[in-house]
């Protein structure tokens, strides 16, 4: 059995006469059953049992728990990450030990990883370059990738090392920007905007190699897409 007060009988604070939390006060102190000191100090206690003094001190905590979440201050929002992302999904807390992204000509952001053999020649157009590659979208969504075990990629996705010639239409404009000047083993991380980067979904490459990884691409490939890319050979032109 619960105990129902009046509304004059329950002492509202000023606070939760307005505001985003009135409405839900409203609800607790409406229907608020006596709390078990009220009980006890009265001449029901003798009527109720043992369950209807827990049942009504429960609501009570709920109700006072209720109070204390609309008084409590908003969290304060988390700071703006920094970094040169357009995308919030991947600004990340800046590192001073992390490579900087800079900018092409074109619009290209590009991150140095790791800086590869230093013998030989960086890569130039006409040569053919072996990579391996994963590819994302710009909140690093995936999509495809040529190393095994690269995020939830089924196993049964083909995987393995591309290669792509330099000065190629067909090749991704804007990966050929990154992979120009790399050497064997370098690796970069390069967000692609759309305008330099699959113009035609379906032709350019690189084209991951099953119909639901290809359809995966087409469905976002006029948005800023992320390579990460990695040198392995370079056979000059």
């Not at 229907?31 to 369950?51: F, M, T, W, Y």
């Not at 991947?90 to 230093?118: A, C, H, I």
Request: hydrophobic residues 35%; proline residues 8%.
């Amino acid at each position: 059995m619960l105990l129902f007060l009046p509304s004059h009988a329950v002492s509202r604070p000023a606070f939760l006469k307005r505001g985003p939390c009135a409405t839900q006060t409203r609800l607790f102190t409406a229907r608020i059953p006596a709390c078990k000191s009220d009980v006890e100090n009265g001449a029901q206690v003798d009527a109720l049992s043992r369950r209807d003094v827990l049942s009504s001190a429960m609501a009570c905590n709920t109700f006072f728990l209720g109070i204390q979440l609309c008084t409590q201050p908003a969290s304060a929002a988390a700071p703006a990450a920094s970094g040169d992302w357009s995308s919030p999904g991947l600004n990340v807390p800046e590192d001073k030990d992390t490579p900087k992204f800079y900018k092409t000509s074109s619009g290209v952001k590009v991150q140095e990883l790791s800086s590869g053999s230093s013998a030989g020649a960086g890569a130039k157009e006409g040569d053919l370059v072996l990579l391996d590659y994963v590819l994302r979208r710009s909140n690093g969504y995936f999509i495809y990738g040529t190393i095994e075990g690269v995020s939830f990629q089924p196993k049964d996705v083909p995987v393995g090392p591309v290669a792509l010639r330099l000065g190629d239409p067909k090749v991704v404009l804007g990966l050929q920007e990154v992979l120009l000047g790399m050497r064997q083993g370098q690796k970069r991380r390069a967000l692609v905007p759309p305008e330099v980067g699959y113009v035609d979904c379906t032709q350019q490459e690189p084209q991951p190699p099953t119909f639901a990884t290809r359809r995966q691409l087409q469905n976002h490939c006029k948005e800023p897409l992320l390579f990460e890319v990695q040198v392995l050979r370079i056979t000059p032109a």
